[in-house]
């Protein structure tokens, strides 16, 4: 079975860089077929699709976050990293990562297993 | 970029059938997943492609899209199964994946 464990600082504060690591288990972060994504969820609301990242390093970002965005993936120890510019307070939320299964792309994937999420507040 | 509306939410008497709707412009030509999150927790893929299930879920939870509507069924509901649902897509037009904004399915 595989498990998903975000970490990272809970609290960042507003103009930094928040940076959450996803650790993956019970499975290759590096096996073909399979993206590895993080959402976020604010408080109260609904799931917004961050982006994602392939073990080869091919990476897909919301467009609304891009030019604050990077995702990147480590092979080597099994881990796939965000990183978020220039933080706010709307940036505020429950970060989750993702394996996502399918041809994201082209025709379609989902999210088939899920981290527990971990809470990043922005403020001073 | 493409949109997915939900209703906001949905009551079912346990053992009665709930109908969570999704809907987008000519959503039947997109596959369509649906996840469960209950409160409190991580949410769980309960139908991908619009119909399958994945291991460990319940018959009792099925998917159908067609036309402009996609819709997630559960039927003898339970009250374990008051949570939020969210539905989905990839829109290979814009190249953005996209959540309808949820749910809440109450049990009375």
């Known amino acids: 079975q595989v498990q998903l464990q975000e970490s990272g600082p809970g609290l960042v504060k507003p103009s930094q860089t928040l940076s959450l690591t996803c650790t993956v288990s019970?499975?290759?972060?590096?096996?073909?077929?399979?993206?590895w994504s993080w959402i976020r969820q604010h408080p109260g609301k609904g799931l917004e699709w961050i982006g994602y990242?392939?073990?080869?390093?091919?990476?897909y970002y919301n467009p609304s976050l891009k030019s604050r965005l990077t995702i990147s993936v480590d092979t080597s120890k099994n881990k796939f990293s965000l990183k978020l510019s220039s933080v706010t307070a709307a940036d505020t939320a429950v970060y989750y990562c993702?394996?996502?299964?399918?041809?994201?792309?082209?025709?379609?994937?989902?999210?088939?297993?899920w981290g527990q999420g971990t809470l990043v507040t922005v403020s001073s | 970029s493409y949109v997915l509306t939900q209703p906001p939410s949905v009551s079912v008497a346990p053992g009665k059938t709930a109908s969570i709707t999704c809907g987008g412009n000519n959503i039947g030509s997109k596959s369509v997943h649906w996840y469960q999150q209950r409160p409190g927790q991580a949410p769980v893929l309960v139908i991908y492609y619009d119909s399958d299930r994945p291991s460990g879920i319940p018959e009792r939870f099925s998917g159908s899209n067609s036309g402009n509507t996609a819709t997630l069924t559960i039927s003898r509901v339970e009250a374990g199964d008051e949570a939020d649902y969210y539905c989905q897509v990839w829109d290979s037009s814009s190249d953005q994946g996209v959540f309808g904004g949820g749910t809440k399915l109450t049990v009375l």
């Open positions: 993702t394996r996502t299964l399918g041809y994201c792309s082209s025709t379609s994937c989902y999210h088939e297993y």
């Open positions: 019970g499975g290759s972060i590096s096996s073909d077929g399979y993206y």
């Open positions: 990242v392939y073990h080869i390093g091919t990476t």
